[in-house]
């Protein structure tokens, strides 16, 4: 599996590996297509997990697990994601803050962000970073 996702690296050259929210291939975009709207051009949850594998086939976890929190995130409405980008800033958020937005990404389907956020309040904690 490794060897063979990077050997199709870049993705977007491989034919019709990576697709729009919409089902375009890449090949089919011209931004004068009236079909390519600003939410034909965000990427996938499919497309962001292919370049996680990518990333960690090239012995990049770090990269990798990034991109996966992504594809999670991905499906989430901006709204709820810049919240959640405000909780985390340092002192804005007590503990039972962060757990209940852990809780409401595990609801969303995020269990990675959730993981994540989790984390987050417990290195807060320690650092003396909440609210």
């Given amino acids: 599996m490794a060897e063979d996702i990077v050997r199709r690296y870049p993705l977007g050259a491989a034919g019709d590996v990576v697709r729009t929210p919409g089902g375009l291939r890449l090949d089919e975009l011209a931004l004068d297509d009236p079909r ?4 034909e051009l965000r990427a996938t949850p499919a497309t962001l ?9 090239s012995q990049r976890p770090a990269l990798a697990a990034n991109l996966r929190r992504a594809a999670e ?9 810049l919240e959640i980008y405000t909780a985390l800033r340092p002192r804005r958020s007590t503990a039972d803050d962060l757990e209940s937005w852990a ?3 595990e609801e969303l389907g995020a269990g990675l962000t ?3 956020v989790r984390e987050a309040a417990e290195v807060y904690a320690a650092r003396g970073l909440l609210a």
């Fill in 114 to 116: 959730a993981a994540f």
């Fill in 103 to 105: 809780r409401r990404l």
């Fill in 36 to 39: 390519v709207t600003r939410e």
């Fill in 49 to 57: 997990r292919l370049q996680a594998d990518v990333a960690a086939a």
């Fill in 73 to 81: 995130l991905a499906t989430v409405p901006h709204d709820v994601v």
